[in-house]
């Protein structure tokens, strides 16, 4: 028992439980865009919606580990949270069949959202699923070219939430009462998306000097630190303007605070603190969207 125990807590570990919300709350804001401008939807979709982006959040991070650690980008004993691969705790074998359990289910819960949304989310769950192979695999991965922020943003935050918005819309919905929903849900979404943009500049600035090593070119080694930190104030500062177009003076405009006291506490970080930034930033997405529903 003790085994099989410490395999689960181990792979518990590997999915990196402390970035799912990056996945799962992009679909609840756009649920809550539906459910805000007065329509109903189905909670089943909902939560199909949400098993899907967890898997497929899950599938890029076991991907991401697994060509790192080809690449050499990851080591044992580095700064960030320890990876398993580097770390010798699982085989290159058990990391694949891994990443295709992800894909399986990613693929099998996508089925359903395909059959229920059309040939939009049929494009959404293929691109997904492309870029997040796309991520690192291969010579010309998004990560290792610095552009990797873009695609944050879009598939972390206005793709989720406008996908989910869609699918949850009924079928009939009037175009005008979908441009509605849709907008607000592009807005709540872009905050999400940009909360993660800053979870991957912190990523990237702690990691600057092993990634110019191993030949990964991020905004940080492009660009230096300094100009890093300043994107990344930039990137909070419109994190609050997102959230007044679509709910207007309101808590939700909030969720700058956390943020900016972060990106404070990154201007001096060293070691082990750059983890506790990530991990408080990647526990914003949570907070904003409490605060959304505070903004009722």
């Not at 694949?96 to 359990?101: E, I, N, P, T, Y």
């Not at 603190?273 to 904003?288: A, Q, R, S, V």
Request: charged share 10%.
């Amino acid at each position: 028992m003790k085994p099989i125990l410490s395999s689960l807590l181990l792979w518990c570990r590997i999915i990196r439980p402390q970035t799912l919300f990056a996945s799962l709350i992009p679909v609840f804001v756009g649920a809550f865009a539906v459910s805000v401008n007065g329509f109903p939807f189905s909670y089943v979709v909902c939560f199909v919606t949400a098993c899907c982006a967890l898997s497929l959040q899950v599938l890029s991070n076991l991907i991401n580990d697994y060509y790192d650690f080809l690449r050499g980008s990851d080591a044992a004993g580095r700064v960030g949270y320890k990876r398993a691969l580097a770390e010798g705790e699982v085989t290159v074998a058990a990391m694949r069949v891994a990443c295709l359990a992800a894909a399986s289910v990613a693929c099998l819960l996508g089925s359903f959202l395909i059959y229920v949304g059309g040939w939009v989310i049929l494009c959404i769950g293929v691109s997904a699923l492309f870029f997040a192979w796309l991520y690192t695999a291969t010579s010309y991965s998004l990560s290792y070219l610095g552009i990797a922020d873009i695609f944050v943003f879009l598939y972390y935050g206005v793709i989720a939430s406008c996908g989910t918005s869609y699918l949850l819309l009924l079928p009939d919905t009037a175009f005008p009462a979908m441009y509605a929903v849709l907008r607000d849900s592009f807005c709540l979404g872009g905050v999400c998306g940009l909360i993660s943009v800053c979870v991957l500049m912190i990523n990237n600035i702690r990691d600057a000097d092993t990634d110019k090593q191993a030949g990964k070119k991020t905004l940080p080694v492009r660009f230096g630190k300094p100009f890093a930190l300043a994107l990344m104030f930039a990137v909070i500062c419109l994190m609050p303007f997102f959230a007044y177009l679509a709910l207007g003076l309101s808590p939700s405009l909030l969720v700058f605070l956390p943020c900016f006291l972060i990106w404070l506490t990154m201007l001096k970080a060293e070691g082990a603190t750059f983890n506790k930034c990530l991990l408080f930033t990647g526990m914003t997405n949570l907070l904003f969207f409490l605060l959304c529903l505070l903004s009722i």
